[in-house]
Each structure stands twice: as structure tokens, then as C-alpha cells.
Nanobody
Framework: QVQLVESGGCLVQPGGSLRLSCAAS????????MGWYRRASGKERELVAA???????NYLDSVKGRFTISRNNAENTVYLQMNSLKSEDTAVYYC????????????????WGQGTQVTVSS
């Protein structure tokens, strides 16, 4: 069974930094794109950052220049480095990964982590 386990969320002051991590475990053939989403209270879930298996990235406009997504393919892990945090970054952050479970399936399925709370407040 494939699992995504996130870590790194906590309370941080405005202007501070945090690094989120998400590791995939279990039996699978390969991982495609990986990404971070967030859902703030009373708002829709939104894509924060994504990274392809080849390393191409894209970001939500409001986090460009402040957040950096990266991945370690050998360790099946994706990271989100968040700098210059603002109160509007407060949300539950979810990791997503497109996973191909078996060589013969040829299909990538979306998997989600359990979510980690990031609170930016003084």
C-alpha cells in the first residue's frame, strides 16, 4: 500500500521560514509529478507548487520568489522550502504524488498525504 507522509508544519512568525517534507513509501513502480496543495480555512484547495519527474516546476503566483519545491528521486521525497512567510500562507498543506503502482499498469494515480498545519502568526 502506497503512503505519503508529510512533516514540517508548525507555528512560525511572519517573515520566518519552514521546510515541508513528504516521503512516499510502499510498493510502486515509479513516481511522476509531485506537488504541494493547501487549503486555508473557508477557502478552496489550491495548488501551491508542482515538480515533474524531470525537475520542471511551477508555482502559485503569490508564492513565486518565496517558495521552492524540490525532490529527491532516490528517496521518493518532495520538499517545499517556504521563506518570507506571510499570515496568508496559513493553511493545511497537502502533498500529492502521481504514482504508477506497477510496470504493466501504465497508469499514474494520485495519492495524497494526511496534511500538515502551517500557521503564520506573531
Amino acid at each position: 500500500q502506497v503512503q505519503l507522509v508529510e512533516s514540517g508544519g508548525c507555528l512560525v512568525q511572519p517573515g520566518g521560514s519552514l521546510r515541508l517534507s513528504c516521503a512516499a513509501s510502499g510498493r510502486f513502480f515509479s513516481i511522476g509529478a509531485m506537488g504541494w496543495y493547501r487549503r486555508a480555512s473557508g477557502k478552496e484547495r489550491e495548488l501551491v507548487a508542482a515538480i515533474s519527474s524531470g525537475g520542471s516546476t511551477n508555482y502559485l503566483d503569490s508564492v513565486k520568489g518565496r517558495f521552492t519545491i524540490s525532490r529527491n528521486n532516490a528517496e521518493n521525497t518532495v520538499y517545499l522550502q517556504m521563506n518570507s512567510l506571510k499570515s496568508e500562507d496559513t493553511a493545511v498543506y497537502y502533498c500529492n504524488a502521481q504514482i504508477r503502482e506497477a510496470y504493466y499498469s501504465g497508469i499514474y494515480k494520485p495519492y495524497w498525504g494526511q496534511g500538515t498545519q502551517v500557521t503564520v502568526s506573531s
